[in-house]
């Protein structure tokens, strides 16, 4: 069965580094989200992607935050100078067309900012 | 704002149980999604139940949604020490970006052996 990969699966940074997490979605796939979690915590919708642009972000997703998917099968998040905050698993997920489409999720990166 | 909760936040219970989770949420929907996460691990999708259904089954999953209390449950029949995991449920709300699900704080669930 078709998967989403995501990598790195843990990344270490220093505050004020920038970071780029990496995932390549189910092939046939249109909409394309990164979702995040706090250690303990809710699993929180950052972003969604359709049709090579933004359709909708959170608050959390503010100017320090990008997405691109720069060829056909990968997309990405950029964090540009990463906080203390943003230590998290961050979950890559992509779904079909339609409302009633489930997602289908990466097994996630934990980012550790120090 | 809309917010998804389950309960009991943490289940025990023994192999060959029932396991019933409980979910409730504030504002309208399209549908509600149950995910389930080993620990560390990413999300895995269950089952969606739209909000024209009231009931669906798949395997040993049966979930009901009762939009006029905007509440939802989730039972796993017969349960293994696979079945360990945290069960989330996710909706996605009425009027919102295609999937921008809102997840609930999830149910720890530990089967023993």
């Known amino acids: 069965e078709p998967e989403v990969t995501q990598t790195p699966s843990h990344q270490v940074t220093q505050m004020g580094q920038e970071v780029i997490l990496r995932c390549v979605p189910i092939?046939?796939?249109?909409?394309f989200y990164w979702y995040r979690q706090i250690l303990g915590q809710k699993v929180e919708f950052l972003v969604s992607?359709?049709?090579?642009?933004?359709?909708?972000k959170s608050e959390i997703f503010d100017d320090q935050f990008s997405v691109e998917r720069p060829d056909g099968s990968n997309f990405t998040l950029k964090i540009r100078s990463t906080k203390l905050e943003d230590s998290a698993m961050y979950f890559c997920a992509s779904s079909g067309r339609g409302n009633n489409s489930p997602l289908h999720f990466g097994n996630g990166t934990r980012l550790t900012v120090t | 704002s809309q917010q998804g909760e389950e309960d009991p936040q943490a289940l025990s219970i023994q192999e060959g149980e029932n396991a019933t989770m409980n979910c409730s949420y504030k504002t309208s929907i399209n549908n509600l999604q149950w995910y389930r996460q080993n620990s560390g691990r990413g999300l895995v999708h269950l089952i969606l139940i739209r909000s024209n259904e009231r009931e669906k089954h798949s395997g040993r999953l049966r979930v009901t949604l009762d939009t006029s209390k905007k509440s939802s449950s989730l039972l796993i029949t017969a349960s293994r020490a696979a079945d360990t995991a945290s069960y989330f449920c996710a909706t996605d709300f009425y009027g919102g970006a295609t999937n921008k699900l809102i997840f609930g704080t999830g149910t720890l669930l530990a089967v023993q052996p």
């Open positions: 092939s046939n796939h249109l909409y």
């Open positions: 992607f359709y049709n090579n642009e933004i359709s909708e």
